[in-house]
């Protein structure tokens, strides 16, 4: 007898005239299925068990190795932070330039690295504050190179009116400058405040991110505050009692 699923001409007309049933359809392939055979032809070669298939000893194993692996993995990262942390960390202190170094120190500083430069006058109270603040803030913040420099050695005839001056660059092009004392509040200017400064700058990455100079504000006036209703509270108390006289 003829097998009825053979692919013959008599066939194909006993299935259209419906003697003989539809020959069945090969089951389709899909994406997944590939995937899957793919995965079990490359365990297979490997020799490497699925992990239904492995004993508690060798669950264990695969655990440790894992576990090993994902170690190594931190540890080449943690590595390659530190890497690259230290090769930014190569400044930590304020370096005085004169104009022939200006190009070089400043326009050539290199890629990623933020300037900040002081120009200043002997003299100048504010700016010997300044140049104080600089020395505590290169140590905290050794990626930044700060540098300063007497003002007319570096730009002739730079008007006296206009210091201190801190210019900031970053990777050779000017990003933002103050100029003149009114930039920084007086003598009264805390460190935290100057940080706050260059942080809102764009200078250093601080942690400073509310001024502080608005919050001892915000307590004085509160005291004040309290002091005056303190106050009007003693005079109320006053009138009251006269009231009761």
Known sequence: MQDP?????WNDILRAKGVIPEKPKEAEVTEDDIV??????????????????????ELDELEDEEEERILEQMRRQRMAEIRDKQAKARFGDVREISAVDYVQEV????????????????????????????????????SVKFIKAI?????????????????HYYEGDMKSQLAGPHNFRGMKMSEQEFEFL???????????????????????FSSLGSGRRAKNGNRDSDSDDNNDW
Do not use: W
Request: hydrophobic share 35%; glycine share 6%; charged share 25%.
């Open 151 to 167: 003002s007319t050695t570096c730009i002739p005839n730079y008007p006296d009116t206009n210091l201190p001056t801190i210019f």
């Open 107 to 142: 326009n050539k500083a290199g890629e990623g690295i933020h300037v900040v430069l002081h120009l200043y006058k002997q003299g100048v109270p504010l700016c010997a504050l300044i140049n104080q603040y600089l020395t505590t803030l290169a140590a905290k913040f050794p």
């Open 36 to 57: 899957k055979m793919l995965e079990k032809t490359v365990k297979e070669k490997s020799g490497v068990k699925a992990m239904e298939d492995m004993t508690l000893d």
């Open 198 to 220: 260059l942080g809102k700058a764009g200078a250093v990455e601080t942690e400073i991110k509310k001024d502080p100079r608005a919050q001892v504000e915000d307590v004085m």
């Open 5 to 9: 699923n053979e692919d013959t001409e």
